[in-house]
Nanobody, 124 residues
Framework: QVQLVESGGGLVQTGGSLRLSCAAS????????MAWFRQTPGKEREFVSA????????DHTDSVKGRFTISRDNTKNTVYLQMNSLNPEDTAVYYC?????????????????WGQGTQVTVSS
């Protein structure tokens, strides 16, 4: 099993920055890929960004490309999401996810483990 704990969410003004952290524990050596998803009321949980545990290979959804950067520190079993140039459309609960196998696509069903989520609110 893998346990994930997110942190770093908060309130920020438009144009500001936040860095989210996701600390993994348990069978961390078995993790193939970790990802960030986000969800707003009335919408499906959407993919934001992903990184292979090896650090080689990243994906981003188009809406955050150029603004968000995903990285990992395997010595700390932690994945980060640096969020810059935030706008109100980025407001959501952000979830960290992990998968032990190579996912076919970056969708919610492809990931096995989830954190509790951290709220990001961007004010206009």
């Amino acid at each position: 099993q893998v346990q994930l704990v997110e942190s770093g969410g908060g309130l920020v003004q438009t144009g500001g920055s936040l860095r989210l952290s996701c600390a993994a524990s348990g069978r961390t050596l078995s993790i193939y890929r970790m990802a960030w998803f986000r969800q707003t009321p009335g919408k499906e949980r959407e993919f934001v960004s992903a990184i292979n545990w090896s650090g080689i290979g990243t994906d981003h959804t188009d809406s955050v490309k150029g603004r968000f950067t995903i990285s990992r520190d395997n010595t700390k079993n932690t994945v980060y999401l640096q969020m810059n140039s935030l706008n109100p459309e980025d407001t959501a609960v952000y979830y960290c996810a992990a998968v032990l196998r190579r996912p076919v696509v970056n969708t919610e069903r492809e990931y096995d483990y989830w954190g509790q989520g951290t709220q990001v609110t961007v004010s206009s």
